[in-house]
């Protein structure tokens, strides 16, 4: 129940949002072996939390051990479906 509520939320909070720009995001986690391998949630509301897909760029930066939780991400949405979330780069490194 509570995992539908927090679906719904994170829907509403990115409604406002225009689908065909890039956004900001902070990294939350990492859930290895699955297709949206990365926790990403907006900059100004943690508990908005959506599961993304990643570039190779991104994957190389998660293997080589440079892409840490709390670290600032570009999002982009595939064909403009909230649902199609893309972390295409890393733009600020929250752990020097």
């Known amino acids: 129940m509570a ?8 829907e509403r909070y ?47 930066l998660c293997q080589m051990g440079k892409l840490n939780i709390d670290d600032v991400v570009l999002i982009q949405f595939m064909d403009r479906d909230p649902k199609k979330a893309v972390v295409v780069d890393k733009v600020h490194c929250a752990h020097p």
């Open 14 to 60: 990115f409604e406002a949002e225009q689908y065909n720009r890039i956004g900001w995001a902070r990294v939350k986690g990492f859930t290895v072996g699955t297709n949206r391998p990365l926790k990403i949630s907006r900059i100004h509301d943690a508990n908005a939390e959506i599961d993304c897909y990643i570039t190779d760029k991104v994957l190389q």
């Open 3 to 10: 995992k539908n509520i927090v679906n719904k939320s994170v």
